[in-house]
């Protein structure tokens, strides 16, 4: 168990629809990723938070959004869904932005959008 | 080009084979390296980690980097069934930000 809990486990969803996505990153660790994972396209960078504040952003569309709360949870929120969103969103924490520090995964949310 | 390339496999080996996994990357400027193993529906999970150039140990794994030709392995000694999954390489530069996954290796190791 990696400690970074994201829920729901599953979501699925019609087009044109709005979800959250929430992460709780391990106990200690102040930064947070959100990674998407497609069969084509691999783990894609979305956006990293530190300590609340946006420090990297990836290829997220405008569609998405991100925040991370004071008490370092975080939530992703895609609006106006395609049928191209369906994929595994990940979340990961560590405890610095950068170097060695390395990431952990939570074991993700699987949207499905109809 | 993409920043850093893995074959995507599958590799396919019998039980107590020693399995070599690869990466590439284009940019000198990464200093970080990682190695992570998921499994089906699963997150990635860390298996090891470094920035200095050489082989670092854990267990069964070593992991290996060649700075000077932009080149990491990962290397599975005495392979288990249970260690089939995906393995992805992961590469970050020294200022942080993202971490960049190559594509991942399937492997399977067989009975």
């Known amino acids: 168990d990696s400690g970074v809990t994201q829920t729901p486990k599953h979501l699925i969803t019609a087009t044109g629809q709005r979800v959250t996505l929430r992460c709780s990153p391990r106990?200690?660790?102040?930064?947070v990723y959100w990674y998407q994972q497609s069969l084509d396209q691999g783990l894609q960078f979305l956006i990293q938070?530190?300590?609340?504040?946006?420090?990297a952003k990836g290829n997220i569309l405008e569609r998405f959004s991100a925040q991370q709360f004071p008490d370092l949870h975080s939530e992703l929120n895609l609006s106006s869904l395609e049928l191209g969103d369906s994929a595994l969103y990940f979340c990961?924490?560590?405890?610095?932005?950068?170097?060695?520090?390395?990431?952990?995964f939570g074991n993700g949310t699987r949207l499905t959008v109809t | 080009q993409k920043e850093v390339e893995q074959d995507p496999g599958p590799l396919s080996v019998p039980e107590g084979a020693i399995v070599s996994l690869n990466c590439t990357y284009s940019?000198?400027?990464?200093?970080?390296f990682m190695w992570y193993r998921q499994y089906s529906r699963k997150g990635p999970e860390l298996l090891m980690y470094?920035?200095?150039?050489g082989n670092k140990e854990d267990g069964r794994f070593t992991a290996q980097v060649d700075k000077s030709s932009k080149y990491i392995s990962l290397f599975i000694r005495d392979s288990q069934p249970s260690d089939s999954a995906t393995y992805l390489c992961?590469?970050?530069?020294?200022?942080?930000?993202?971490?960049?996954f190559g594509q991942g290796t399937e492997l399977s190791v067989k009975p």
């Open positions: 990961a924490s560590s405890v610095e932005f950068q170097g060695d520090s390395p990431l952990h």
């Open positions: 106990s200690g660790d102040l930064s």
């Open positions: 938070y530190y300590n609340g504040e946006e420090r």
């Open positions: 940019n000198s400027a990464f200093q970080y």
């Open positions: 470094t920035y200095s150039s």
């Open positions: 992961a590469i970050r530069y020294n200022q942080g930000g993202k971490l960049i």
